[in-house]
Nanobody, 126 residues
Framework: QVQLVESGGGLVQAGGSLRLSCAVSRRTFSKYAMGWFRQTPGKEREFVASITWNGGSTNYADSMKGRFTISRDNVKDTGWLQMNSLKPEDSAVYYC???????????????????WGQGTQVTVSS
């Protein structure tokens, strides 16, 4: 089983930056891809970024490319989402998630992820 805890959200002005962290605790040494998603009230959970279990490949939603960077450190069991040039429309609750995998698989579909953190609020003021 895998447990995830996000941190690093907060209030920032447009154009600013935030770095979200996702601490992972697990009872097995299974591989897992990591993803970041976000959600606003009344909307479906939206894909932000994902990374393979070894960090070798990443994927981003089009609107995040060039602004957000996903990374991970398997020794520290921690993942990060660096968010730059933030816009008011980036305001949402951000979730990290883990997907059990035996390969370099990752997904942009939140329904495929097995474990979720509790979420952290990001608010970008104009």
């Amino acid at each position: 089983q895998v447990q995830l805890v996000e941190s690093g959200g907060g209030l920032v002005q447009a154009g600013g930056s935030l770095r979200l962290s996702c601490a992972v605790s697990r009872r097995t040494f299974s591989k897992y891809a990591m993803g970041w998603f976000r959600q606003t009230p009344g909307k479906e959970r939206e894909f932000v970024a994902s990374i393979t279990w070894n960090g070798g490949s990443t994927n981003y939603a089009d609107s995040m490319k060039g602004r957000f960077t996903i990374s991970r450190d398997n020794v520290k069991d921690t993942g990060w989402l660096q968010m730059n040039s933030l816009k008011p429309e980036d305001s949402a609750v951000y979730y990290c998630a883990a997907l059990d995998t035996y390969s370099d698989y990752m997904s942009d579909n939140y329904k495929e992820y097995n474990y979720w953190g509790q979420g952290t609020q990001v608010t970008v003021s104009s």
